[in-house]
Structures are given as C-alpha cells and as structure tokens.
C-alpha cells in the first residue's frame, strides 16, 4: 500500500491528514475496537452511511416525495388539485435537472409552484451524490471512507482528504456561476419587461438557476429570448459551462491561477474539452447545411440570426432544452442526430446528463486501437487504465438498452413512431430537456415510463449499481483463458 493511505498518526503529513480515521497507534487496540464494532448491532443510519450509493437513491426519493407533494395542493395559477401524474412528472424533470414539460410552466404553475420548482432544479443540480455527502458529513461530522470514495468519484479528485475542501468549491462555483449569469441578464431583460424590476428580477433569477443547471423549465411562455442575444447569450454561456463538469472547471481554474499551459491539463479535462468541440462543431454544421430551409428553426432569412439560432440547437440538445417550439419541426435525420448527441451527453461530473463525452471517447479510442492492431489504449500520451475501458463499455451498453427499452414501451403506450420515441427516451435519459410532444398530459403511462428514465439518467448506472453490489469484491478463483470468436 502507498504512504498516501497509511493512516497511523506517525505519517500523519504523508497521508494527507487522513490519519483520524484511526485513534491509536496500537494493533492490539485497534483490533479489538474493530471486532467490538462487528458484534455491536449496526443501525439505520450507520447502515444508509456506509452505503453511499444507497444514501444518494434514498435522498433523491425522499425529495422526489416532497417535491410531488408541495405541487400538488394549490400550485396553479387556478388554485386547483394537481394532477398526480403531472405533479410527480414535474418533480422528477425538475429534480432530474431535465426540464422536459408537460405543462407551460408560466401559464400552469403559480409562483409558489415556479419556487417549488426552482428549488428543486437547484437541488437536484448540486448533484445527487454530492449533497448525499453532505447530509452524511451533518449527522456524523467526518465522512465515512466508502462515502469518500464514492464522492471523489463523482467530483473527480482522487485525493479522498480534498473532498471536503471540493464540496466547499463546488458550493462556491455555482453561487459565482449563477450569480454571474444573474448580473448580465438583468439590463437586457429590464427592457424586455418595459422596466418591471419586480417581474427582471424573478426572470433573472430562474434563468440563471436553470441554465447553468442544464435544465429547460422558462420562467415564461418565450423560450431563450433568441432574438435578443443579451438575455440568449449569457444563458448559452452559462449552460456551456455547465457541462464541462466540474472536475474540467476546477482543473481550469486552478491551471489559469498558476499561469500553466494547456500542457499541464489533466487528460480528463483534455478529452472532455476535444470531444466537447468537436460535438459542437459537427452539431453547428449539420443545423446549417441540413436544416438551413427549416422556417421552424429559422424563421428569419438574417444570417446573421440563423447563426445564432443554429448555434443554440448546436449546443443546447446536449444540455438544457430551452426553446423547444421548433424540435417539432425538424425532419426525421435530426431528430436522429440530436438523439445522438443527447446520448452522448456532457461532461462527467456535470450538471447534465448522458453516458457523457468521456465515455464517447473513450469507446472510439478502444475502437481506433482495436482496428489499428494497438495493444494499449492512448490519448495525449497517456494509457488509459483496462477498468476504465471496462466501465465505459458497461456504461453504453447498459444505457443503450435503457433508452430501447423505454422507446419500445413508449410505442406500445403512445403508439408514436419509432423516431420519436427513441427521441423522448434519449432526451429524458440524458436530461436534454427537449421534447416532440410524444408525452402529454394525458397520458399518465409516458410521463411514468420518462420519469423513470430521469431518474436513473440522473442517479447514474454506476450509482445504482454501488448500490445493490458490493464493489471491489475479491475474486477468489481466476479460471483457465480461452478465445472464443467474435464478430
């Protein structure tokens, strides 16, 4: 075992300050205090506490309860009985940070049920996993080692003794972020609002919540503002940003203090900027040359506005679906594509969802070196690990199924085309936000079956499985290697 996790106080400076998960030095004592904690009976929250996974499914199920609960009594505009289904839709789209409607969110929900909202997109944006490990730091006042690890996965630090100091930035990175978007949407929708401060500063704050929270709930009926770049603009940036991920952000910010180069990046922030580009980039080409007679996505002839138009359908499928009124209208070949890219979805660690851009990557470098005969898997001359080959692979191959599976019910439940049902599942999965009206109101079976998908594209699969399996178990046995034939 490296110096980094020995934990006797006598390499108190070498391990990090990890040295108070022991509180002797003597084997003798420290044998006897473990073996008296395995015959004391374990409790409820010693047994939720060390297993994190679980402890993250529990916090999101019990604020998916509360959220349904507070939309259903008198959060209209009519002060009428919510609709279960369309209540506990809305709280999971909201919790999920996916923001797919089935109701306008102005027009239906009163301002209590728009705060209701907003708290819960910003809840569910600090990460399910992240503010799990808050409620565990709270009741017992140091964080369990499986919560460490489990956190630091999530956050990726792989020093288990940053990650209280992490959660304080990743705190203070969403006040900067939002609050910066909060400044710059101000004057121009003070304009819009023909001067109502009132009514700026409620869009102002909405807005920014949910745009850099990845999230497509509007605090009015008229989408991203797209014809007026100060408000479209700062809310693009911010849902931008907020899919790097924090790890990438972090990375950046630490990189730019000490004046360093790009050099000095870690090859997650690398890759997760490269393949972020290049997804932009091809998403921009195929909305001008596929989509450039679409008067849905391009009612005006300015060139000018129809960059800025495909630039937010280049960026935003990935992320927060604002302005959704043209996906409709879109031919089939998009709607294939932008299930594409919500599949693959931002970064890891961030506040949208996806198998995300890392994984992608990580699969065309696993392909790239099986055809070119390469032994290791490389990039930025680095090797990437054989676990994190395994993962990525476990990661699109259960997703993938995932979203099938939920296109398939979609049909049987809705009887939509194949197309938009692949659509709907991909964008409820990766928490797109974007909709082609296949789930209504109406229809109680399609909000359950994409609730359903929010939830484990928000959770994660690796979640869920840290939380029904024992991770790291020992293999016993390794039995004889044979090849089989493939392909």
Request: hydrophobic residues 50%.
């Amino acid at each position: 075992m490296s110096d980094d996790f020995d934990e006797s106080s006598l390499n108190e400076e070498a391990s990090k300050g990890l040295s108070w998960w022991y509180s002797s030095d003597d084997p003798n004592h420290n044998r006897e205090e473990r073996t008296s904690r395995r015959i004391r009976r374990i409790g409820l929250t010693d047994r939720l506490l060390s297993h994190p996974g679980r402890l993250s499914i529990l916090y999101f199920v019990v604020l998916i309860v509360l959220v349904t609960a507070l939309l259903l009594p008198f959060s209209t505009h009519d002060w009428v009985f919510t609709n279960f289904p369309v209540a506990f839709f809305t709280a999971v789209s909201a919790l999920s940070t996916c923001g797919i409607p089935v109701v306008n969110t102005a027009e239906y929900w009163s301002t209590f049920g728009q705060v209701v909202i907003l708290f819960s997109i910003q809840f569910g944006g600090l990460g399910v996993m992240t503010f799990a490990s808050m409620v565990a730091l709270g009741v017992s006042r140091r964080l369990k080692v499986s919560q460490r690890m489990l956190t630091a996965s999530e956050l990726g630090t792989t020093k288990l003794s940053e990650i209280k100091s992490v959660l304080t930035v990743v705190f203070g990175t969403f006040v900067i972020a939002e609050g910066l978007t909060f400044a710059l949407l101000l004057p121009e929708l003070f304009r819009v609002n023909h001067g109502q401060l009132g009514r700026t500063l409620w869009q102002a704050l909405f807005y920014a919540v949910s745009a850099y929270n990845n999230t497509g709930f509007t605090p009015d009926a008229t989408g991203l503002h797209i014809n007026r770049w100060g408000v479209g603009l700062p809310i693009l940036i911010s849902a931008f940003v907020g899919t790097l991920g924090f790890p990438v952000v972090l990375n950046l910010v630490q990189c730019a203090r000490k004046r360093q180069s790009p050099k000095r990046w870690t090859l997650h922030t690398k890759l997760t900027l490269v393949t972020t580009g290049l997804l932009v980039i091809a998403s921009l080409a195929w909305f001008l040359l596929v989509e450039w007679g679409n008067t849905g996505l391009f009612p005006a002839d300015d060139p000018g506005m129809k960059l800025r138009r495909a630039l937010s359908a280049a960026v935003m499928p990935r992320s927060a679906g604002f302005d959704i009124s043209w996906v409709p209208e879109v031919t089939n070949e998009t709607k294939v594509f932008m299930s594409v890219l919500m599949f693959i979805g931002a970064g890891s660690s961030s506040t949208a969802g996806g198998i995300r851009v890392t994984t992608f990557a990580v699969i065309i470098l696993i392909c790239g070196a099986s055809f070119t005969g390469h032994r290791d898997v490389t990039a930025f001359h680095r090797r990437i690990p054989r676990r994190i080959q395994m993962t990525s692979v476990s990661v699109c191959t259960a997703c993938f199924a995932l979203v099938m599976v939920g296109a398939v019910a979609l049909m049987f439940v809705t009887g939509c085309a194949f197309v938009d049902a692949v659509f709907e599942a991909c964008s409820a999965f990766s928490l797109g936000g974007y909709s082609v009206g296949v789930a209504s109101a109406g229809n109680a079976a399609s909000m359950f079956i994409l609730a359903g998908e929010m939830i484990v594209g928000r959770l994660g699969p690796l979640t869920i499985a840290y939380a029904i399996s024992r991770p790291m178990a020992p293999e016993p046995i390794r039995y004889p290697q044979e090849n089989i034939i493939v392909g």
